[in-house]
């Protein structure tokens, strides 16, 4: 970089380019996790706040949804032990894969993604695993209701991030919802006789 293209670049640094748009949301839940740098992708603050605190509700469904998914892995027993337990590492690793997705984009928004038991705990919609292995029938059916509660939670942003033209979380909200829609579908194929 010149030497004067680089005073200006620190010189525009310096001022926020919307007055406007570096305040505070008034409706934030959290606080931005982004000081001194104004966000100006042309969601409005208020908006961002609100998409924010629902993608970090739709992360801890996610998560706590692969840790059970993982749990029954482990501990399914009885004669379908082979497809259930082969069936449940397919599904856990795709949900380990998606909680990335998720948290990056509620950072792209300018809010901290949670990140801890406690957190999580307080944000799902989904009980935690069950302190003991249920039968196999049983793990099933917890995990078709834990992917209809995913999806149910994904469904629910869908207005706001429509509102507000965020067309990646809108983007994100769809694959996720397609994937906990099939696995509800495939899971629940199991119970019929
Ligand atoms: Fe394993």
Redesign the pocket.
């Known amino acids: 970089m010149a030497k004067n293209d680089k005073k200006t670049a620190d010189k525009a640094a310096d001022k926020p380019a919307d007055k406007a748009a570096a305040k505070p949301a008034s409706k934030s839940a959290a606080k931005p996790a982004t000081k001194g740098t104004a966000i100006d992708i042309g969601i409005a603050a208020s908006d961002r706040a609100a998409i924010a605190k629902g993608l970090n509700g739709l992360l801890a469904d996610t998560f706590t949804l692969y840790l059970t998914t993982h749990n029954f892995?482990?501990n399914v027993t009885g004669p379908m032990f082979n497809t259930l337990?082969t069936m449940f590492?397919a599904q856990y690793t795709e949900l380990w894969n998606a909680v990335d997705p998720i948290a990056e984009r509620v950072r792209a928004l300018g809010y901290p993604a949670i990140g801890s038991f406690a957190d999580f705990a307080k944000a799902s919609t989904l009980p935690d695993a069950p302190a003991q292995p249920p039968k196999a029938k049983e793990m099933i059916r917890i995990l078709v209701t834990g992917h209809e509660a995913v999806a149910r939670t994904a469904r629910a942003l869908f207005p706001l991030v429509d509102e507000a033209s965020d067309e990646p979380s809108a983007d994100l909200l769809t694959q996720r919802l397609d994937v906990h829609e099939k696995a509800a579908w495939m899971l629940r194929s199991l119970l019929e006789e």
């Open positions: 892995h482990w337990h590492m």
